[in-house]
C-alpha cells in the first residue's frame, strides 16, 4: 500500500513537471507581427536584454513588449531599466495605455480624447 502511494505521489511529480514545462514552451508574444513570425515569440523564463544608441527608442520598445505580455496575454514580467527613473517608465507606460503623449500629460496643451473602452480596460 505505501508502495502504491510512493508511485501516486511521483506520477503527480512528473505530471507537474510536464505541466510547467509546457507552460515555459507557450511563445510569448512581442506584439510584432514581422518580429514574432522571426522569432517566433520569447520563451518563459528568458532575460531579453536589449541594446542600442541614446534616444534609439529602446525604452519605448521594452515597455511594448512588457505591456503587450501583461496586458494582452496576461503573463507577469518585469522591466528593469538602468538609465530610466521608475517615474519615466511609468510616465511613458501611461502615455502607451491611454493615448496620451509625454508632451500633453505635462504640458497639458492640445485636444486629446481617449477612447472610454481603453480607458475602463486599464482600470480593470
Known amino acids: 500500500m505505501t508502495m502504491g502511494m510512493y508511485e501516486t505521489q511521483k506520477q503527480k511529480s512528473e505530471s507537474s ?9 507557450i511563445p510569448i ?3 510584432f507581427a514581422a518580429l514574432d513570425a522571426l522569432l517566433g515569440g520569447f520563451s518563459g523564463g528568458e532575460l531579453v536584454v536589449l541594446g542600442g ?3 534609439s527608442g ?7 513588449f512588457l505591456l503587450q505580455t501583461v496586458l494582452e496575454q496576461g503573463i507577469p514580467a518585469l522591466l528593469f531599466s ?3 527613473s521608475k517615474e519615466q517608465i511609468s510616465n511613458r507606460m501611461f502615455g ?3 493615448g496620451i503623449t509625454i508632451r500633453h500629460l505635462f504640458t497639458g496643451r492640445g485636444a486629446v480624447c481617449v ?4 480607458t475602463l480596460k486599464i482600470m480593470k
Open 17 to 25: 513537471n510536464c505541466e510547467s514545462q509546457k507552460a515555459v514552451n
Open 58 to 64: 529602446k525604452t519605448d520598445l521594452a515597455i511594448h
Open 96 to 98: 502607451s495605455m491611454t
Open 115 to 118: 477612447p472610454i473602452r481603453k
Open 29 to 31: 508574444l512581442a506584439g
Open 53 to 55: 544608441r541614446p534616444s
Open 82 to 84: 538602468v538609465e530610466t
